[in-house]
């Protein structure tokens, strides 16, 4: 049973980082795309930034690029989220997943399996 667990949330002050880590047991991160979403209070989950597994390509939505990176520790099999200049409006809970396609994707659906969240809250 593949199980990931998110870490590195919390509270943080407009303009600074955080970094989330993303553990995965009972599977591996090596061979799969990688990705994380975050869902505001009232809002649908929302797509974040995602890595390939065949050439570790990356992809992040227009809110994310520029300011997160995306990246995977295949020996520590943990996946992580760099997250500089931090607004307001990133606050939310964020979850990391995993899909089995081939090509990285960006929707909901094409993910198997899910961390718990963990919340990020930036201050103004």
Same mark, same amino acid.
């Given at each position: 049973?593949?199980?990931?667990?998110?870490? #590195?949330? #919390?509270?943080?002050?407009?303009?600074? *980082?955080? @970094?989330? %880590?993303?553990?995965? %047991?009972?599977? @591996?991160?090596?061979?799969?795309?990688?990705?994380?979403?975050?869902?505001?209070?009232?809002?649908?989950?929302?797509f974040v930034a995602a890595l390939s597994w065949t050439d570790d390509s990356t992809v992040y939505s227009d809110s994310a690029k520029g300011r997160f990176t995306i990246s995977r520790d295949n020996v520590k099999n943990m996946v992580y989220l760099r997250m500089n200049s931090l607004k307001p409006e990133?606050? !939310?809970?964020?979850?990391?997943?995993? *899909? !089995? %396609?081939?090509?990285?994707? @960006?929707?909901?659906?094409?993910? *198997?399996y899910w961390g718990q969240g963990t919340q990020v809250t930036v201050s103004s």
């Open positions: 049973q593949v199980q990931l667990v998110e870490s #590195g949330g #919390g509270l943080v002050q407009a303009g600074g *980082s955080l @970094t989330l %880590s993303c553990a995965c %047991s009972g599977g @591996t991160v090596r061979r799969y795309v990688m990705g994380w979403f975050r869902q505001a209070p009232g809002k649908e989950r929302e990133d606050t !939310a809970v964020y979850y990391c997943a995993r *899909s !089995a %396609s081939i090509v990285v994707r @960006t929707t909901v659906a094409e993910y *198997s």
